[in-house]
C-alpha cells in the first residue's frame, strides 16, 4: 500500500464494500505528474482487494455508477466504493468499461478522458489543488 503523497487526495469517509461486506480502505484521487502518476486516476488501497486483483494484474472491467458512488464488476466480485463525489464521476445508471490495475496493497482505476476531467475538477474545486 502506497498511502498518502503528494497530488494524492485522501476522499475521507469513503467506504469500500467487497459483495456487501465493508473492508478498511482508503480511497484517494491520484493527480498525474504527482507521486509517480502518470495519468490521474482513482486509488483504492486495502491489502484485501488483492485477493480479487494481484499486483500487475489488471484488465478492462465494467464500472457503473450507483445510489453514493460506484461500483466494480469483476468476474466472481463487486467492488462498491461509496464517496459523495464520485456520483460527479459516475452519476448513477451510468456506465464506462476501463482498465482497473491491480498494485501493492490495492488497486487502481484507470478512467477515460470524460472521467479524468471530472476527477480533476474535484481535486481543483472540492481540494483547492493547483495544477
Same mark, same amino acid.
Given at each position: ?59 478492462? !472491467?465494467?464500472?457503473?455508477? /450507483?445510489?453514493?458512488?460506484?461500483? @466494480?464488476?469483476? +468476474? %466472481?466480485?463487486?467492488? =462498491? ?29 484507470? !478512467?477515460?478522458?470524460?472521467? /479524468?476531467?471530472?476527477?480533476?475538477? @474535484?481535486?481543483? +474545486? %472540492?481540494?483547492?489543488? =493547483?495544477?
Amino acid at each position: 500500500m502506497s498511502g498518502p503523497g503528494l497530488g494524492k487526495l485522501l476522499l475521507e469517509n469513503a467506504k469500500v464494500f467487497i459483495d456487501n461486506k465493508e473492508i478498511e480502505a482508503d480511497v484517494y484521487i491520484h493527480i498525474k505528474g504527482f507521486s509517480l502518476a502518470r495519468v490521474t486516476h482513482l486509488d483504492i488501497e486495502s491489502e484485501e482487494l488483492n485477493k480479487i486483483l494481484k499486483p500487475k494484474e489488471g484488465g478492462f !472491467f465494467s464500472i457503473r455508477g /450507483i445510489d453514493g458512488g460506484i461500483e @466494480i464488476k469483476f +468476474e %466472481k466480485n463487486r467492488v =462498491k466504493v461509496l464517496h459523495e463525489f464520485l456520483n460527479e464521476v459516475l452519476k448513477e445508471g451510468e456506465k464506462t468499461r476501463t482498465w482497473v490495475g491491480g498494485k501493492e496493497g490495492g488497486i487502481y482505476i484507470g !478512467f477515460k478522458k470524460e472521467q /479524468i476531467v471530472k476527477l480533476e475538477k @474535484i481535486a481543483r +474545486e %472540492k481540494f483547492n489543488f =493547483k495544477f
